[in-house]
T-cell receptor, first 113, second 114 residues
């Protein structure tokens, strides 16, 4: 079945350093979404990318969707302690008769002050 | 955020108990979902409902039984669970099932099966 792989599983950074998480799908995706889950919290939607090669920015966060629509990345510039949490990518693929959101395992980010 | 609420927030149950998890969404959405989140594993989609009709049963054991009496409420009935069923159970909703819409998650129920 369709799979979405995400790396790394876990990353430590010092506050102020940059951070990147990568997402790869086994199949072409119609779109990709990113969610953030704070420790003890629940996933919260960040953004959606739809077009091939699309790049979107939210303050210090930059999201990219690959040209083949099979991979994506999230880059955080100059991390802050408020960035701590797990970042999930989720791709929409067609499965079982409807468009299903398939989540990656997430990258857990720890930021040390 | 109070768009999607879940009760209880924590639940400890024995393997022979029967309990139910409740989810309510106040967003006017037509689609609702149950996910299981275990440590170090991707979110596992369990069930999907659209306008109160089940559209997905993702090979979930029969000891989990969903119920969607209306588009605002979703239940997960639990019986004779196993310790490996201990996890965070998340409910989510979206405006509809068509691709390209975000999902709104509730705070989850932390379930421990003893």
């Amino acid at each position: 079945g369709q799979q979405v792989m995400q790396i790394p599983q876990y990353q430590h950074v010092q506050e102020g350093e940059d951070f990147t998480t990568y997402c790869n799908s086994s199949t072409t995706l119609s779109n990709i979404q990113w969610y953030k889950q704070r420790p003890g919290g629940h996933p919260v939607f960040l953004i959606q990318l739809v077009k091939s090669g699309e790049v979107k920015k939210q303050k210090r966060l930059t999201f990219q969707f690959g040209e083949a629509k099979k991979n994506s990345s999230l880059h955080i510039t100059a991390t802050q302690t408020t960035d701590v949490g797990t970042y999930f990518c989720a791709g929409h693929g067609f499965s079982g008769g409807y468009n299903k959101l398939i989540f990656g395992a997430g990258t857990r980010l720890a930021v040390h002050p | 955020e109070t768009g999607v609420t879940q009760t209880p927030r924590h639940l400890v149950m024995g393997m022979t108990n029967k309990k139910s998890l409740k989810c309510e969404q106040h967003l006017g959405h037509n689609a609702m979902y149950w996910y299981k989140q275990s440590a170090k594993k991707p979110l596992e989609l369990m069930f999907v409902y659209s306008l109160e009709e089940r559209v997905e049963n993702n090979s979930v054991p029969s000891r989990f039984s969903p119920e969607c009496p209306n588009s605002s409420h979703l239940f997960l009935h639990l019986h004779t669970l196993q310790p490996e069923d201990s996890a965070l159970y998340l409910c989510a909703s979206s405006p509809h099932l068509i691709t390209g819409v975000e999902q709104y998650f509730g705070p989850g129920t932390r379930l421990t099966v003893t």
